[in-house]
């Protein structure tokens, strides 16, 4: 772990022709914010990437450096991106077809060798933004797919772990091989590509289909009938809490797994807003616990996770599905402080004044910074922000994020100091900016860079990704009084500050 953290305020002489003394500032430098700022990227039926199906990859890069180029001129620090819709696959596999939201046939690969997961990657991380991996575990065929089911797919390799039911295909959670084969994809993906966290949704069992006004069974009788051969009767579960069983041993199993490929990778999932109905007692809705049998405040209580997004897609003053009440239920059950970070359904705004306002988000927004001491959030979905809604963008860029944040840090994962290796770092004085280089001489790069300015009466704070070499304040050369330079690593912990600052006139 980072040592207590220390500021070491360096000051700088700044060598202009005929530049006046400059006198070192006697403030510390601001705290930095620390909210985790996020907005999924739905793949799914297009929803958000790529608009359609079939484009060129150039053009599909395209919308892709266009999304994440919304999110940091927003000054937000992570996209959550579907890279499994259903099964299938947004990028290079040998255990999944590739999906047809590429290319509109399900298991053709894209053109030029384009791997859509390892280019946002990277451009995500060209941006100071952190990526997270958003699959869905047990869906395997959406309705919404138009190709024919490929020949590699789950459903022809295993016919016997998938199951139809309504106009969707599902992995049987009460399957072994089921859980398997997702834990395999899963890793796969995290022992290549450099992501930074896996994320699931509210899809564990499926939303019960009806028909008829009646519920339709999830057709699980053959898994269940092996437990119950395999189980002494005096410890068998009943049926509901054997689902419910299935799902919190594969999460556990995931969250163990991913951390032992790689530590510094994080498991977050984003459940259904409302745990039960009358918990809190207020609180009226669809039941996720007793009809998806998903068991989350099971996954607080036991810190399977390390952060916890339920999607609070409810307005404030909506009492039966309050916001702040359900947040505070929420933050109750969260003994062992994982970080609490609720989908907001930013797409309720539609355009030209239509639906939800602005300020809706705006204010639930402000109710987390109240509620939650570690905050955040994730918009579903980006698509919403990106066209600027009735304002939404300019909302969040004038008055919610006026100023740079770096996400809550995760201090209950155990990896090795990583933002201490050897840096050196000088302030070069032209004539219209300062630029601060950045330079790691030994160990790894930080994952970012927090850059602070002393600019007259005030400071200036930047955050720079770990990868840049410069840090840039335009138009600021003769009232520098000091810079504060620290790295911060890949679980945003913050390193010491480095210097003192060689200084350099050009």
Known sequence: MTKAASWLLVELLLAAFLQPPVHAAEAQPPEVNREFRAAWIATVANIDWPSRAGLAPEVQRQEMITLLDVARDLRMNAVVFQVRPGCDAMYRSEL????????????QAPDDDFDPLEFAVEAAHERGLELHAWFNPYRAWHASAKSEVPPGHISKTQPEIVKRYGKYLWLDPGEPAAAEHSVQVILDVVRRYDIDAVHFDDYFYPYPVVENKKEVPFPDDESWA???AQSPRAERLSRDDWRRDNVNRFLERVASEVKEAKPWVRFGISPFGIYRPGQPPSIAGFDAYDKL???AKKWLADGTVDYFSPQLYWPIEQKAQSFPVLLEWWDQQNTHQR???PGLFTSKILADGKGWKPAEIGQQIDVVR???PAPGHIHFSIKAIQQNRSGIQDLLREEVYTEPAIPPATDWCELP??????HSVRAVVDDSTTRVELRTESGSAPWLWLVQCHIGDGWTTQVVPGAKSDCVFQGVVNNVDEVVVRPIDRLNRMGDATGPLSI???
Do not use: I, Q
């Open 96 to 107: 999944e077809p590739w999906s047809e939201y590429l290319t509109g046939t399900a298991g």
């Open 226 to 228: 092996k437990y119950l």
């Open 293 to 295: 049998y998903a068991d």
């Open 339 to 341: 970080h609490l970070w």
């Open 370 to 372: 109240t509620a939650v």
């Open 417 to 422: 100091d990583s933002a201490t290796g050897e």
């Open 504 to 506: 350099e006139s050009k």
